[in-house]
């Protein structure tokens, strides 16, 4: 148990791509034992299970969040669970019911017990065909073509009304892609830029699916950390909003990327094949103006596509070399 006085940590979805990263970077600045990493179904990592406490729990079930909550005195929730775009496209009611009822969930907990700040990620999911794709503004209309972002906005706009009416202070990013050396992401339209780069360094050839001039808004996983952990520590006289906050870190197309690759590996191929994470991509932005998340609380990225492709290649190719990859 957490000695009183410390931030006591929740984190679900803590073995997807991005948890599994953020529980870890929030265990050293905690504390490994004030962060509780939870997981439905995936295997942790040896360091995640380890280095801290892991519980299996379905999110869905509000009793069995409850009960971790209870245990662990826990104060702070970073909700992450989630079912992602292309896997949402393939059975949407899964995602709905996902993605909605576990966010009810713990809004409901934090209501009624008091939390004292709750994490949920939105995605440029959130925007639609009918959005101004190049610097998609923070204000703008919003009407997704999937079932993932329908539940995106649907969950700001949930998020937004538990603050106004019951105090809850929820905050949240529109996530752009996200690109890490660590976890594979599972079943997300910007995949391909992770894959990408293992299949570069281990078979020298990629077969992308998205065509080789589609530009989607991408961000590093120290970025994505970053911008997620500066949020919940802003005072919150700082923070404006309670639905999503844009924020951005680079565009590229997917033959940029691939071209940055092959300096590091000039023999790399990559084809280009389109299936039906094609269609997503183009009615997502090309690119964000996050202005309003670097003028009220300070946001600002620290890498770009030639900084994140050198040391994603350095990490992986440490990782191969050692058997790991």
């Known amino acids: 148990m957490p000695a009183k006085g410390t931030k006591r940590i929740l984190v679900t979805g803590a073995t997807g791509q ?3 990263e953020l529980t870890l970077d929030l265990r050293k600045k905690y504390g ?7 997981g439905h179904s995936r295997k942790p990592s040896d360091e995640l299970f380890n280095s801290g406490p892991f519980e299996f729990i379905d999110a869905n079930e509000k009793e069995s969040v409850e009960k971790i909550v209870e245990k662990y005195d826990v104060d702070t929730i970073y909700h992450l669970a989630a079912v992602l775009s292309a896997t949402g496209e393939q059975n949407p009611q899964l995602a709905w019911k996902v993605n909605m009822s576990s966010l009810y969930n713990v809004l409901e907990i934090a209501k009624e017990r008091n939390i004292f700040r709750v994490f949920w ?3 440029i999911a959130a925007f639609g065909p009918t959005a101004p794709r190049v610097k998609t503004p923070q204000e703008t209309v919003l009407t997704p073509g999937t079932m993932y972002g329908v539940t995106k906005v649907a969950g700001e706009l949930l998020c937004n009304y538990y603050f106004i009416k019951f105090g809850v202070d929820v905050r949240s990013v529109r996530y752009p892609g996200i690109i890490s050396s660590e976890v594979l992401p599972t079943g997300g339209t910007t995949d391909y830029a992770v894959a990408i780069f293992y299949e570069a360094i ?5 077969t992308c699916f998205v065509r080789e001039d589609t530009v989607l808004p991408m961000m590093y996983m120290p970025d994505c950390i970053k911008a997620t952990i500066d949020l919940m520590e802003a005072d919150l006289s700082r923070i404006k909003r309670h639905d999503g906050y844009n924020v951005a870190g680079m565009s590229f197309s997917a033959g940029e990327l691939a071209a940055e690759i092959k300096k590091y590996i000039p023999e790399f191929k990559c084809d280009y094949k389109p299936d039906f994470r094609q269609e997503i991509a183009d009615s997502w932005p090309m690119s964000i103006d996050d202005s309003v998340a670097r003028r009220e609380w300070g946001w600002k990225p620290e890498y770009n596509l030639a900084a994140m492709t050198k040391d994603m290649i350095a990490k992986l190719s440490k990782r191969f070399a050692e058997g790991n990859l």
Do not use: T
Not at 32 to 38: E, I, R
Not at 202 to 206: A, I, S, V
């Open 202 to 206: 281990k078979n020298k050839r990629y």
């Open 32 to 38: 490994n034992d004030n962060v509780v990493a939870v």
């Open 18 to 20: 991005i948890g599994s």
């Open 121 to 123: 990620p939105s995605s």
